[in-house]
């Protein structure tokens, strides 16, 4: 591997960094940022992404040397202090281990939903946590992949891998054009999907009776963002709407722990 030493914040082989924060411009330039030892391990170890650059701190380099072993060694690992990477990258990282990957070539809806048999469909779904949180609950109960509104957060935003587990470098994942998403739920009935609204308005049936009954071939569960929930017109697109009983003393669940325990409910393949 090829490994250099940064001294200084205004290094310029660390310029990269210094616009993580922002994602639009990342997102320009074809990369993303991937944080943590637990994520960029996995993201060398999966070799279907290509790693621009990484930045370490001196501990993150020491417990990573084994899995950089198997780096193309024209990828530079950049060694730093962990004070610096505030300095370098405007955030108090602790965990001293960044990744600069390459974006890979966007998934067409027809293609993921044509591969499919359990996909889930997150309407307008803005917080990075919960993206996060609903790719991990994903790769948990085996859905074969996610589709994302146009107003979706992106799950390859730095926070959205991390809270994930990585998942969403394994999970695949369609991003809907604004002219396809008003036809989605259509697109999705014509393939021979089963639509299931996950929402805590009535009118809906509980979801353990829903559970209950033969399970279809193909499924798609529709979540809303949280505190708005699913629009009007995806629910009342839906084949079934559900809803998960709760004490009348809480609102509602978090996004992410109602997708769980929804797809825990449907069950594993």
């Known amino acids: 591997m090829t490994v250099e030493r940064i001294e200084c914040a205004n290094d310029a082989r660390a310029a990269a960094y210094r616009e993580m924060s922002d994602g639009e411009l990342l997102r320009s330039r074809g990369v993303f940022v991937a944080e943590g030892r637990l994520v960029v391990r996995r993201l060398i170890e999966d070799r279907r992404y290509t790693i621009e650059s990484l930045l370490l701190n001196d501990s993150s380099h020491r417990d990573l040397e084994p899995t950089l072993a198997g780096l193309d060694p024209a990828v530079p690992v950049l060694v730093c202090r962990t004070a610096a990477f505030a300095q370098l990258t405007g955030y108090h990282l602790h965990r001293g281990c960044l990744a600069l990957v390459r974006r890979p070539p966007p998934t067409a809806v027809a293609s993921l939903i044509a591969s499919a048999t359990r996909i889930i469909v997150l309407d307008g779904v803005t917080n990075a946590d919960n993206v996060g949180g609903v790719f991990r609950d994903a790769a948990a109960f085996d859905v074969d992949a996610v589709l994302l509104s146009p107003a979706t957060c992106d799950p390859l935003y730095r926070k959205a891998i991390r809270t994930s587990m990585a998942a ?34 009535e009118p809906s049936e509980p979801l353990d009776l ?44 978090n996004l992410a722990v109602a997708a769980g325990i929804a797809l825990a409910q449907l069950g594993r393949r």
Do not use: C, K, N, Y
């Open 168 to 201: 969403a470098l394994q999970v695949p994942f369609a991003r809907a054009a604004p002219d396809e998403w008003d036809t989605v739920v259509a697109g999705l009935r014509a393939a021979g999907f089963t639509v299931v609204a996950l929402t805590p308005r």
């Open 210 to 253: 829903f559970a209950a009954r033969p399970r279809p071939r193909r499924l798609a569960l529709l979540i809303g963002a949280e505190g708005t929930g699913l629009s009007a017109a995806m629910e009342s697109a839906a084949d079934h709407r559900v809803r998960i009983p709760i004490s009348s003393r809480v609102d509602s669940l």
